[in-house]
């Protein structure tokens, strides 16, 4: 009897003893696949155009960028990497990055697991055949993508997925001047600026854009730069941080061409 009180006691003192070492290997949170901007110690921001490559106002944005020496990334729609990869090839030779941006632009939200795979593919392969390599990083159209699409993406593709916390709404095309104004008075360390290099205006806004961050003392990094200095904040933080980046796009999301 006393025996059998004497193991009860010592295995609950055991079961008591290893709880917080259980507790605590099963608390940390699982590797981030989602940002909508970072958690980052410096000036760092991270200048982000999709749905190129653009035959004519493309090639005049890397004449921009290349003036300044400042990184980008580039958000690529499959189709248009096709029908111009000598431009996606300029982009990756020049060093900005590049991310698949679907295929056709649809709302990846409304697709089957197989059509959102094959959104995925089809582009990987058009970037990979025009720059030499896959990319390690996707943005879906509109920034909509339901938590499960975006495990399906990260595990079988192995991209990171991109949000933003910067949106000038430049594909409404409200002027030069309204796109820089709206960036400038947003971007903060850690910023991932949205913006269209399909657009005329967004491209014309782009050296007071750069030139003024620039003088504010920001540094341009690729995206995949930024996320890697992405530092862990309070959990408080950390979950309001998550929840943001897909509601506010949600929120705005409405067709971009
Ligand atoms: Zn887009």
Redesign the pocket.
């Known amino acids: 009897m006393k025996t059998r009180l004497l193991f009860a006691l010592l295995l609950s003192a055991r079961v008591l003893a290893q709880q917080p070492a259980a507790e605590a290997s099963a608390s940390p949170a699982p590797p981030r696949i989602s940002y909508g901007s970072a958690h980052v110690d410096g000036p760092y921001i991270a200048l982000t155009f999709?749905?190129g490559p653009h035959p004519r106002l493309t090639p005049k944005l890397l004449a921009i960028l290349a003036q300044r020496h400042v990184k980008a990334t580039f958000f690529l729609i499959g189709e248009n990497v096709q029908a111009h990869p000598e431009i996606a090839k300029q982009e990756a030779e020049a060093g900005y990055e590049i991310g698949n941006?679907s295929w056709d632009?649809p709302d990846l939200k409304h697709l089957s697991d197989e059509k959102l795979r094959s959104q995925m593919q089809r582009t990987d392969d058009a970037i990979k055949a025009a720059i030499g390599h896959s990319p390690a990083i996707m943005r879906p159209?509109y920034g909509d993508l339901y938590p499960a699409q975006r495990k399906l993406v990260n595990k079988e593709f192995g991209y990171k997925i991109i949000i933003w916390d910067v949106d000038p709404n430049d594909w409404k095309d409200p002027g030069p001047s309204v796109v820089a104004s709206r960036v400038l008075a947003e971007t903060r360390p850690g910023s991932i600026i949205l913006s269209?290099d399909i657009h005329a205006g967004t491209v014309a806004a782009m050296p007071q854009i750069i030139d003024t961050l620039l003088a504010r003392g920001f540094k341009f990094v690729t995206v995949s730069e930024l996320i890697a200095m992405d530092k862990p904040v309070v959990k408080k933080a950390a979950s309001a941080q998550q929840t943001q980046p897909s509601a506010s796009p949600a929120a705005s999301a409405t067709p971009?061409p």
């Open positions: 999709d749905d941006h632009h159209p269209h971009t």
